[in-house]
Nanobody, 125 residues
Framework: QVQLVESGGGSVQVGGSLRLSCAAP????????ISWFRHAPGKEREGVAY????????YYSNSVKGRFTISHDNAKHTVDLEMNSLKPEDTAMYYC??????????????????WGQGTQVTVSS
């Protein structure tokens, strides 16, 4: 497992923007995929975006496509999630997760062995 630390959450109004960051202080090059998930009260945990850290390929859920951008800084070992045009339904606790070793990358929570503590995002109208 790898320690992950999220930051950047907060409260914004509808249409606003936030940038979340996921840092791996003890980064290991066995990590090949980092994802962002979110969990809202009364709902299941939802995959939002993931990125292959080696090649930079990124994928998004339909609910955020076109509004969110995931990026990886190889030098800093961070994965950021830029969130624009925020909606009330984006309100949730956001978590980053890392997958090490091999296999596929996606939104199956069972694939991830390292999780951050979460950062709250609240969008108000």
């Amino acid at each position: 497992q790898v320690q992950l630390v999220e930051s950047g959450g907060g409260s914004v109004q509808v249409g606003g923007s936030l940038r979340l960051s996921c840092a791996a202080p003890e980064y290991t090059y066995s990590i090949f995929c980092i994802s962002w998930f979110r969990h809202a009260p009364g709902k299941e945990r939802e995959g939002v975006a993931y990125i292959y850290t080696g090649i930079g390929s990124a994928y998004y859920s339909n609910s955020v496509k076109g509004r969110f951008t995931i990026s990886h800084d190889n030098a800093k070992h961070t994965v950021d999630l830029e969130m624009n045009s925020l909606k009330p339904e984006d309100t949730a606790m956001y978590y980053c997760a890392a997958r090490s070793g091999g296999g596929a990358c996606g939104f199956s929570t069972a694939w991830y062995t390292s999780w951050g503590q979460g950062t709250q995002v609240t969008v108000s109208s």
